[in-house]
Nanobody
C-alpha cells in the first residue's frame, strides 16, 4: 500500500556533507511521524532523527549539531542533511514511517495505520 523510496546515499568525505531523501507513495491520508534509522555493520538499527508532521524533531546524541531532518508534508517526503560527516556515520540508512494511514486502511476501519520501512541506502564515510 505504501512504499518508502530512499535516495542520496554514497561515499562522503570526513568533514563533508551528504543529503538523503525519502518519499512515501500511496493513497496516504495520515502521516504523522517519519524518521531515519541507521544500521552499522554488526550493530542494531538505531534512530538517527525523526520528525512529526507538525515539525517537531528528535535527534540521536551522536548527530546533534551535525544532521538536520526536514519534511515536505505535501510530498510525504523527508530529508536528512548530513554535515561534518564522521567515519562512524557509515552504515545503511533506512527511512521509516510510523502509523501511516491510507485510504485502504480507513475503508477497513484501521485508523491507527501501519509502520513502513524503506529498503535502505548505504552511506560510507571514508577518505
Amino acid at each position: 500500500q505504501v512504499q518508502l523510496m530512499e535516495s542520496g546515499g554514497g561515499l562522503g568525505q570526513p568533514g563533508g556533507s551528504l543529503r538523503l531523501s525519502c518519499v512515501a507513495s500511496g493513497r496516504i491520508t495520515t502521516n504523522n511521524l517519519m524518521g531515519w534509522y541507521r544500521q552499522a555493520p554488526g550493530k542494531e538499527r538505531d534512530l538517527v532523527a525523526d520528525i512529526t508532521d507538525g515539525g517537531s524533531t528528535r535527534y540521536a546524541d551522536s548527530v546533534k549539531g551535525r544532521f538536520t531532518i526536514s519534511r515536505d508534508n505535501r510530498r510525504n517526503a523527508i530529508y536528512l542533511q548530513m554535515d561534518k560527516l564522521k567515519p562512524e556515520d557509515t552504515g545503511y540508512y533506512y527511512c521509516n514511517g510510523k502509523g501511516i494511514v491510507t485510504v485502504e486502511d480507513t475503508a477497513v476501519g484501521n485508523y491507527y495505520g501501519r509502520d513502513y520501512w524503506g529498503k535502505g541506502t548505504l552511506v560510507t564515510v571514508s577518505s
